[in-house]
């Protein structure tokens, strides 16, 4: 299988705006209401007019399957925030966590950020588990910081850095490798 990543383009905003709108994915955002497709469209223009922003999809055999955001990135400090689905419901178990790798070389290598951040809902235990497996720790713990359904929910901070991603690397693409995808 091939993986790579690839800018976002005008005609994956359907499919993309499909993913957002599942209630698999949606149940685990911080703002789970469905968006309109005018709401999407206009999403779409104005983070191509931001260049603190890039947004990716990620393609496995050139299939759309997922998508990675970057943003809020500061070139001075090295600093980036990222969000991530995986899109496509069919992909194979452990796809996401290629996807993450692939992300977060993307992030280091090619943004040239030396810090990557990411925000989770406490009850997003996958997602926890997640960061966690791909050598990011917990940094900060918000209490009672997010309105959803109802009820305020705590958010963890998790952070990676450049030096902490250079030693994980190798172990976590051999890690993939070993769950038989041949990852080069």
Known sequence: MEHSLRPLEKNDLIKVLEWRNDLRIRQNMFNERKISLVEHLEWYH????DS???????TVDQIATGFISFSKMDQKNGTCFWGFYVGNETAPKGIGYIMGYLGIDYAINQ??????????LSNNIQS???HERL????????????????????????ALFQDQWNLLKDK?????????FNFC
């Not at 943004?111 to 989770?120: A, Q, S, Y």
């Open 46 to 49: 104005n983070t191509c007019q």
């Open 52 to 58: 603190s922003i890039r947004n990716l999809i990620y």
């Open 111 to 120: 943004l040239k950020m030396r810090k990557i951040n990411g925000e989770v």
């Open 128 to 130: 926890i588990k997640f």
């Open 135 to 158: 050598g990011f720790v917990r940094e900060g713990l918000f209490s009672e910081h997010y309105l959803k359904n109802g009820n305020y929910q705590d958010v963890i901070r998790f």
């Open 172 to 180: 976590i693409k051999e890690e993939i490798n070993r769950n038989g």
